[in-house]
């Protein structure tokens, strides 16, 4: 089960490594000033949130697998990083469904299933619904149209190649989905609705045993237009529309046991992703 509150953790240090033992250690000679106590705590914050980063890629990417174990040991070797902000990083991917925390406090992957991936998409859809159609009025300035029109053009470039590098295209595709977030001039709702869409990432790679991207820029070029012109219902019955055929074509990628890890292993290692019929 997937729950779409939204739980903010305070990052906590380990107090044998972390700034608190730093103030104890400094207390023994001198007080720490206010400057060096703040600089240990942006030092730590930065690096929970360098493996937060690191390590969500590589859950979005399949490179984790669903249902695989992280452990703080090899985590810490892999990545380079102690293991206090290895440890803060897993409670934050906790608070945001990426990982999962079993009986026994062991943290494994989130599991894929299409129950999750249907509630999940429900809830994409509204919000995505409410972004476009928040933007069809609120946006201001013409620039903004602009740069997500540049996405699109480069999303039909991308359409064009042989053969076609989905994990390239799908880059391009959040870039697109999140200017559209932006659009709306609401910026928690922009924060939270690029939240969801890295929920959907892994879901929407199962739609890769089709060759439809040049059809997807397409249906984006449509919503744009829409929300250029301040057509509100339009704009959102062209995201409607849109949302539908990814969905029903990642449920047939699930359906028939299709599985993009192997394609963008394949893509890292420097084998193109091979081209794939209608």
């Known amino acids: 089960m997937i729950y779409f509150n939204r739980y903010h953790t305070t990052i ?3 107090r044998r490594t972390g700034p608190a033992a730093c103030r104890r250690r400094r207390n023994k000679e001198g007080d720490m000033d206010e400057r060096e106590e703040m600089t240990a705590e942006v030092m730590y914050g930065s690096k929970t949130k360098q493996a937060y980063e690191l390590i969500k890629q590589k ?7 669903p249902g695989q174990p992280l452990r703080e040991l090899e985590l810490s070797e892999q990545l380079s990083m102690s293991r206090t902000p290895i440890r803060a990083a897993i409670e934050r991917l906790v608070a945001d469904c990426f990982v999962d925390e079993t009986a026994g406090k062991r ?12 509630e999940l998409y ?22 903004q149209i602009d740069a997500a029109r540049d996405l699109v053009d480069r999303q039909f470039e991308l359409a064009t190649q042989t053969p076609v590098d989905s994990q390239a295209v799908q880059a391009v595709d959040r870039e697109f989905h999140r200017a559209l977030a932006h659009l709306s001039g609401n910026r928690l709702l922009e924060r939270e609705t690029v939240w969801i869409y890295d929920l959907c990432l892994r879901y929407i790679f ?30 959102q019955a062209h995201v409607r529309n849109h949302l539908s055929k990814v969905k029903d074509a990642v449920l047939m990628g699930l359906a028939k046991g299709f599985d ?19």
């Open 206 to 235: 199962y739609s890769m045993h089709m060759n439809w991207s040049a059809r997807i820029a397409q249906e984006h070029r449509d919503i744009l237009g829409a929300i250029e012109r301040r057509d509100s219902q339009l704009a």
């Open 122 to 143: 429900e809830v994409r859809e509204a919000m995505e619904m409410l972004c476009v159609s928040l933007a069809a009025y609120a946006w201001q300035d013409h620039s």
């Open 59 to 65: 859950i979005l990417m399949l490179e984790y697998a």
């Open 12 to 14: 906590i240090i380990d």
């Open 260 to 278: 993009p890890s192997v394609e963008l292993r394949n893509a890292r290692e420097g084998y193109t992703i091979r081209p794939h019929g209608e």
């Open 107 to 118: 943290t494994v992957v989130s599991g894929v299933s299409v129950d999750s991936f249907v």
